[in-house]
């Protein structure tokens, strides 16, 4: 299984400072153990899929849709070359949503777990129960894996990582 850096960081090494030194090697690629990269375009493609699959959810693809190509360039580049305002200048459409529909669809997210054969949990989950009340980051837990929460004042080693 291939995890994102951010949930390797965590899992690995979320006591060492930042940022967080990685070694690159250029020879003798360990291709039993790692799937090799074929391009930064092909980061490139899965990164818009992720985008696109995330709109979807909350906007019913509306707003990826609405695009033209530079801007979905200009958000892969605001990323790629870590300046958050060409990035957020476009990111911002994707996370707004109109008042009256309160809130997005559903909240796109994904556990991942080290102690199962499910190496993550990702189902359709709506930011607002059926009475109105906005459901919280707990909630969704109790929902997806009530297992990850703890009863009152115990504290306990989990095995999994929302992104």
């Not at 801007?71 to 870590?82: A, V």
């Not at 009340?133 to 115990?154: F, M, N, R, W, Y």
């Amino acid at each position: 299984m291939h995890y994102p850096i951010g949930l390797l960081f965590d899992l690995l090494a979320s006591s060492s400072a930042l940022p967080w030194n990685i070694t690159v090697h250029f020879k003798s690629f360990p291709e039993k153990d790692l799937l090799h990269c074929p391009s930064k375009d092909a980061i490139e493609a899965h990164f818009m899929s992720c985008v696109k699959e995330a709109d979807a959810l909350k906007h019913k693809s509306q707003v990826i849709n609405e695009m033209q190509k530079k801007d979905h360039k200009q958000l892969w580049m605001g990323l790629q070359n870590d300046r958050f305002d060409q990035f957020w200048a476009i990111n911002r459409k994707l996370m707004e949503y109109p008042a009256e529909e309160n809130g997005f669809r559903y909240i796109p997210f994904r556990i991942y777990q080290t102690t199962t054969e499910r190496p993550f949990i990702q189902k359709l989950f709506r930011p607002v129960a059926a009475d109105g009340q906005l459901h919280t980051l707990g909630d969704l837990l109790k929902e997806v894996c009530p297992s990850a929460i703890a009863p009152e004042g115990e504290q306990e080693e989990i095995g999994w990582v929302l992104i």
